[in-house]
């Protein structure tokens, strides 16, 4: 079955500490993308890309890398890791064109805390 | 840059009533809408979408969602909820054309027996 799997699910850090999340997607997609949710901000992007070896900027990209090794996977790094980045980050990935368009299937979350 | 709007961040309805959720949207041209569920302690899933053609749109689990190009909106509705439907709702936009995906802030629903 197609799907957008990450981990870990949970990851606790210090301040400062250096931090990898990783996405994987077997919906052969041509396009991956970072959110971070944070309440009453919604979903944020942070980082996107369409295609290995490709990235583009989101709306939050500030204290964020992130590397799109094949077509399946995409990791977001946090190299300095602050408090603010605090949050629950989400992973999706969508086709480039069809009935299906646009249409973003999520992997199950990464719950990150800097301490 | 497109935008979405949600005004309500929670809104409260009595089991087996009708909901409205509100989503209004900023973009110039024609855009693709979505409305996404997250239920407690899961990601997000698709309810519906909106490609240019039919305003009205039906998603699963009985939601419909109609979108209004004059008046910038694509609200989702119900005819009666269900305490299952208890979740935070989200409705985003994407160029046509385009691959960036910007969402709102969310309505958390809460349904009262």
């Known amino acids: 079955e197609a799907a957008v799997t990450q981990s870990p699910r949970n990851k606790v850090t210090v301040t400062g500490g250096n931090v990898t999340l990783s996405c994987r997607q077997t919906?052969?997609?041509?396009?991956m993308y970072w959110y971070r949710q944070d309440t009453g901000h919604g979903l944020r992007l942070i980082h996107y890309?369409?295609?290995?070896?490709?990235?583009q900027i989101g709306d939050v990209p500030d204290g964020y890398k992130a590397t799109r090794t094949t077509q399946e996977d995409f990791f977001l790094l946090l190299e300095l890791a602050s408090p603010s980045q605090t949050s629950l980050y989400f992973c999706?990935?969508?086709?480039?064109?069809?009935?299906?368009?646009?249409?973003?299937?999520f992997g199950a979350g990464t719950r990150l805390s800097v301490l | 840059a497109q935008s979405v709007t949600q005004p309500d961040a929670r809104v409260t309805v009595s089991e087996g009533a009708s909901l409205q959720l509100r989503c209004k949207y900023s973009?110039?041209?024609?855009?693709?809408l979505f409305w996404y569920v997250q239920y407690p302690r899961q990601g997000l899933q698709l309810l519906l979408k909106?490609?240019?053609?039919?305003?009205v749109v039906q998603g699963v689990n009985g939601f419909e969602a109609e979108f209004s190009k004059s008046n910038s909106s694509f609200h989702l509705r119900k005819a009666s909820v269900h305490w299952s439907d208890w979740a935070v709702y989200f409705c985003?936009?994407?160029?046509?054309?385009?691959?960036?995906?910007?969402f709102g802030s969310g309505t958390r629903l809460l349904v009262s027996p």
């Open positions: 999706a990935s969508s086709d480039a064109a069809g009935s299906s368009q646009n249409t973003l299937y």
């Open positions: 919906n052969s997609h041509n396009y």
């Open positions: 890309s369409y295609g290995a070896g490709n990235l």
């Open positions: 973009y110039f041209g024609t855009p693709y």
């Open positions: 909106y490609y240019p053609g039919d305003p």
């Open positions: 985003a936009v994407s160029m046509t054309g385009g691959y960036k995906v910007v």
